[in-house]
């Protein structure tokens, strides 16, 4: 018993070292949010400073993050010890990473042999893009019978792409 005790010291001893972490020296961004979704909150995760014994969270002197526009801000950090003054950058990027949201209008999408196919259309809508573009791509042909698409590629202006298919069918008259 006496000898698994000693043995299981020397380990327990080695885990906790390795545990323990080096003394900061110099300064260390925190992790946060650097890339932010438009529209939505930003998480600073600050930064540190260490003198090699302990570690400071430092003070934040500006912050230009603004979340409502897309862009790149940076937050500025110092920190004044000893009469020196330490000083730590970090760089946000705020971007427009959702695609729009794109839903077919009710419509009439079967139809006779040489009859007419009126496109109902879209309803789309974007997270910060207020008139995303709308590319059709139809082959509907209502002079033969057949199963035809029309494909609507909506695409905002930081190019995210939402893709809608309308099936049209062109059946032959009883
Ligand atoms: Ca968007």
Redesign the pocket.
């Known amino acids: 018993m006496k000898t698994r005790i000693l043995f299981i010291i020397p380990v327990l001893l080695f885990v906790l070292s390795s545990c323990v972490m080096t003394p900061l020296d110099g300064t260390q961004l925190g992790e946060g949010d650097d890339i932010v979704t438009v529209g939505t909150p930003h998480i600073d995760g600050g930064c540190l400073f260490g003198d090699g014994t302990d570690t400071y969270p430092m003070d934040v002197v500006s912050n230009t993050v603004d979340t409502s526009e897309l862009g790149e801000y940076r937050i500025d950090y110092a920190i004044t010890i000893a009469g020196v003054t330490h000083t730590c950058v970090r760089i946000v990027k705020v971007v427009?990473d959702?695609?729009?949201s794109a839903s077919l209008k009710p419509g009439v999408d079967t139809v006779i042999v040489g009859g007419t196919h009126t496109d109902a259309g879209i309803t789309v809508s974007?997270?910060?893009?207020d008139n995303p573009s709308v590319d059709i791509r139809s082959d509907v042909d209502t002079s033969k019978a057949g199963t035809y698409e029309i494909v609507y590629v909506v695409t905002?202006l930081?190019g995210?792409r939402t893709v809608v298919t309308r099936t049209v069918t062109v059946l032959d008259p009883l």
């Open positions: 427009d959702v695609p729009p974007d997270n910060h893009d905002d930081s995210n």
